[in-house]
């Protein structure tokens, strides 16, 4: 009896594998709340009876200047200068997919657990797409110890929350000086009103340096620099969850673990709607 032809293994390459690389955008709700909250105070300065003239070049130059120059205290030069390319994130915010990030490591977990973690060097270009995945990755093939693994990824971690940190940090700081800088500036349009009493033209430009100040640094603080720390702190906690999940992954990896329990790890850190169920 004739035996039945038998498939024939396929040598090609695994290429199932697709990263998909870190996406940029702008970061829509910042924006929309900056727009929509500093849009309602003017719409309501508007449509106000009163022609009353709300911008004063004076009272402008003591918040925002004097709240940068006050803040500078607080921080050296180089700080603020570093805490700029952060705080844009507030505006172009990094677009994290935690569940397809997941997915990615599971695949290059269940790739070296079939072929070795030389495997890897043969999806390089496709990695490139994610530079600091790739990064993680060389550490397995170049076979780093587990511990040097995750000693190196944990420090480059708390390198950028630091980092983040202390940004955020400089816009809270701002946040509590902009409405002190504006009470400043009402004590000083108060003194000049009080010293020119005898000039009553005299009395409404300082009774406008007075009250303007206050509604400059107030919306300052609160529309603008206590909002956009508060968001620079929500792009950091999500940045340090996809690092963890690199983390996490590439120490299971070199330990050559059992993909089903990688699986299981990972989703412990995951948020439950972006858990994933890769071997249902």
Do not use: C
Not at 22 to 32: Q, S
Not at 154 to 177: C, F, K, W
Not at 250 to 275: C, G, Y
Request: proline share 5%.
């Amino acid at each position: 009896m004739a035996k039945k032809p038998t498939a024939k293994k396929s040598n090609k390459k695994l290429t199932s594998i697709k990263i998909e690389p870190e996406r940029k955008g702008v970061d829509f709700a910042t924006l929309l709340g900056l727009i929509m909250g500093i849009g309602l105070i003017a719409l309501a300065v508007y449509i106000g009876s009163s022609k009353a003239n709300f911008f004063n070049l004076p009272s402008v130059l003591i918040v925002i200047f004097g709240t940068i120059a006050v803040t500078s205290v607080s921080f050296s030069l180089d700080e603020m200068a570093n805490a700029g390319k952060v705080i844009w994130t507030s505006f172009s915010s990094k677009i994290y997919n935690p569940s397809i990030m997941a997915r990615q490591i599971m695949d290059i977990a269940v790739l070296t657990r079939k072929k070795g973690p030389l495997a890897l060097s043969h999806i390089e270009d496709e990695l490139k797409k994610d530079p600091y995945l790739l990064e993680a990755v060389k550490m397995v093939t170049d076979d780093y110890k587990p511990e040097d693994i995750k000693r190196i990824m944990d420090n480059e971690t708390d390198t950028l929350a630091e980092r983040h940190s202390r940004s955020s940090d400089i816009l809270r700081r701002g946040a509590e000086i902009a409405p002190a800088m504006g009470l400043i500036g009402t004590l000083v349009g108060l003194i000049q009103m009080l010293s020119d009493l005898d000039d009553p033209n005299k009395i409404g430009p300082a009774m406008a340096l007075a009250l303007l100040t206050t509604f400059y640094g107030a919306i300052l603080g609160t529309v603008i620099l206590a909002p956009m720390a508060a968001k620079l702190e929500r792009n950091t906690e999500d940045e340090i969850m996809i690092r963890n999940l690199l983390v996490t992954g590439m120490v299971s990896i070199s330990k050559q673990d059992n993909p089903r329990r990688l699986e299981a790890v990972l989703n412990s850190i995951l948020p439950p709607k972006d858990r994933i169920k890769y071997f249902d």
